[in-house]
């Protein structure tokens, strides 16, 4: 079983920036292709960035493609989303996620289904 826990979500003004952390432990996730995903007061949870198990793959939604950078430590066993110019449409609770078949990177990498694993969230206030 793999725990996620997310961490470095705040309070922030618009156009700053924040870096959220996810540690995962249990057992390894370097070879699992994992997500950060988001959810707004109201409105149902959106996929935001994937990356590959070796890091080298990443993929992000149209609305926050080149603001946000995801990227991992598997030596640390930790995934990362850099948030930056942040706009408070931003405002959400993220969480990320982790799937569980080791070596494989899923087409539908976009949708919730895919991942077995979730965090509980930290939540991101961007204020204008």
């Known amino acids: 079983q793999v725990q996620l826990v997310e961490s470095g979500g705040g309070l922030v003004q618009a156009g700053g920036s924040l870096r959220l952390s996810c540690a995962a432990s249990g057992r390894t996730v370097s070879n699992y292709a994992m997500a950060w995903f988001r959810q707004a007061p109201g409105k149902e949870r959106e996929f935001v960035a994937a990356?590959?198990?070796?890091?080298?793959?990443?993929y992000y939604a149209d609305s926050v493609k080149d603001r946000f950078l995801i990227s991992r430590d598997n030596t640390k066993n930790t995934l990362y989303l850099q948030t930056n110019r942040l706009k408070p449409e931003d405002t959400a609770v993220y969480y990320c996620?982790?799937?569980?078949?080791?070596?494989?990177?899923?087409?539908?990498?976009?949708?919730?289904?895919?991942?077995?694993?979730w965090g509980q969230g930290t939540q991101v206030t961007v204020s204008s």
């Open positions: 990356i590959t198990w070796s890091g080298t793959g990443k």
């Open positions: 996620a982790s799937t569980n078949l080791g070596g494989y990177w899923p087409t539908n990498y976009y949708r919730q289904t895919t991942y077995t694993y």
